[in-house]
């Protein structure tokens, strides 16, 4: 039986940057629930990729929600660019945020769904006072800056702490994980509280991509128990 509650979201970093449309439209094409994109600036995070330009030429081949991972400095300066350029969820980093509750009020008066991202050192207690302002957190399960690495495995505590706060506090934020995902962790993932899935190498490096998402979307509900 098919898990109706957690989304799927390809990683587009890990595409074939030649033949972007045909990589989108197999995102199209399959069971995805989002595009995942990851815009860095090569001083959050060591590794430079792209930014507004490539994100509206997505918005323009992908009929699925863009989910637009800001690994930026001083993000606060292009979350207008960024929902202009159509991204439905944006999220900024809490190491790049001194005034993070300003900068989620500002997403959300773009219309755009606000998430947060933590780096695997910061721990998830620090969201506490801002919970009920995040349509999604992020807890990064690798190092930012770079697809295809390994996952950490104290992620998995993280989450379940993270769930406990978001159950205590009854917000709707949904708990995204990023980094060394694949079918080898997915439904440990899922146990612990994620919801949403960003999938880079596990999807678009499979020898059949469409079918590497169905196989992460169809991880059996009767297995979870929370
Ligand atoms: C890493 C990015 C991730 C990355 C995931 O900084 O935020 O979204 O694309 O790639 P994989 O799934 O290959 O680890
Ligand atoms: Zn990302």
Not at 41 to 66: H, S, W, Y
């Amino acid at each position: 039986m098919a898990l109706p509650n957690h989304l799927v979201a390809p990683s587009l970093l890990a595409a074939d940057f030649t033949r972007l449309a045909e990589e989108i439209q197999m995102v199209n094409e399959s069971e995805a629930d989002w595009l995942h994109l990851d815009v860095m600036d090569g001083r959050f995070v060591p590794n430079i990729t792209f930014g507004m330009l490539v994100v509206e030429a997505a918005r323009k081949l992908c009929q699925k929600p863009l989910d637009v991972h800001l690994m930026i400095v001083e993000p606060e300066r292009y979350i207008d660019a960024f929902r202009a350029a159509g991204a439905d969820v944006i999220t900024v980093h809490y190491e790049a945020c001194p005034h993070l509750h300003r900068t989620l009020q500002q997403i959300k008066a773009t219309g755009a769904q606000a998430g947060v991202a933590l780096t695997p050192h910061t721990p998830v207690e620090v969201l506490e006072d801002i919970l009920e302002l995040t349509d999604l957190v992020c807890i990064m399960s690798v190092n930012p800056g770079f697809g295809g690495q390994k996952f950490i495995p104290r992620t998995i505590p993280r989450v379940r702490r993270l769930k406990e706060l978001i159950l205590a506090y009854q917000t709707p934020t949904r708990i995204e994980i990023d980094g060394g995902v694949g079918l080898h962790n997915a439904e440990t993932l899922l146990q612990a509280g994620a919801n949403v899935l960003v999938a880079g190498s596990s999807v678009f490096g499979a020898p059949n991509p469409r079918e590497a998402v169905r196989q992460l979307k169809s991880i059996g509900i009767e297995t979870l128990r929370f």
